[in-house]
């Protein structure tokens, strides 16, 4: 079982940082892609960065050029780097752990997911 928490969420003022940072436990973490998602109230829940294991890295169009995902390997842990925050980046933001197994040779791959609790992240002058 993975265990994933969060921290580092908070009310910035616009255009202000926050950094975000999830541990991980209870697994060999390198094995594990990573993400951030959100969710803001009344919307569905969104991917909002993620890194693989081999360290590729993807980002949102919404969040490109503003938020940095990165990974430590060593320390189980994934940070979330937000600069240039925007009211409409307001939301509950989630840490991800997945991985896709395949039981035998000739099963079809199965996807775990893990979630952490989330952190509030709020945006407002």
């Known amino acids: 079982q993975v265990q994933l928490v969060e921290s580092g969420g908070g009310l910035v003022q616009p255009g202000g940082s926050l950094r975000l940072s999830c541990a991980a436990s209870g697994t060999i973490f390198s094995r594990y892609d990573m993400a951030w998602y959100r969710q803001a109230p009344g919307n569905q829940r969104e991917l909002v960065a993620a890194i693989s294991s081999g360290y590729s890295t993807n980002v949102a169009d919404s969040v490109k050029g503003r938020f940095t995902i990165s990974r430590d390997n060593a320390k189980n842990t994934v940070t979330l780097q937000m600069n240039g925050l925007k009211p409409e980046d307001t939301a509950v933001y989630y840490c991800?752990?997945?991985?896709?197994?395949?039981?035998?040779?000739?099963?079809?791959?199965?996807?775990?997911?893990?979630w952490g609790q989330g952190t509030q992240v709020t945006v407002s002058s």
């Open positions: 991800n752990a997945n991985r896709v197994t395949y039981p035998c040779i000739e099963c079809r791959p199965i996807r775990n997911d893990y």
